[in-house]
């Protein structure tokens, strides 16, 4: 087996290289939603004061999940923009910062540590290639306080 790998070295790394390249040259076109698709929290409720860690649970109606990097219809994956003042460029593969987190497993809750204060919480599916869908399926701003 290992000779196997040093052998054939270059066209492995030829073809990983091919491989991660592939969904971003699908990049350019964002999938499309249905109609009334829908993402919003399950939890925590709109100004609601909560302790850190704080769980957050993600709705999702009208579509399915699916994790990054599997092109199925009418699915997507969840993104959660943390205090995010400014809507992100939505043509674009959302970036994946400290403020916008991505859970391209398929993931529908998460554990968040938030200093005390007040914080806004914003859900934006993503289609395979973690760009948001046309039209784009995204919660209402939410603010919660952290005591």
Known sequence: MYSF???NRKQIFMALIVCLFIPFSQAQNASSSPAGATVYFISPAPGEHVKSPVTVRFGL??????????PVKNTGHHHL?????DT???????P???????FGLGQTQTELELSPGSHTLRLVLGDHV???HSPP???NTITITVE
């Open 5 to 7: 790998f040093f052998q």
């Open 61 to 70: 109606a009208g579509m399915g999940v699916a994790p990054a990097g599997l």
């Open 81 to 85: 923009l943390i205090d995010v003042k």
């Open 88 to 94: 992100p460029n939505l043509n674009e593969p959302l």
């Open 96 to 102: 994946s910062t400290k403020n916008i987190k991505h």
């Open 130 to 132: 973690h760009i948001p």
């Open 137 to 139: 399926v995204m919660s």
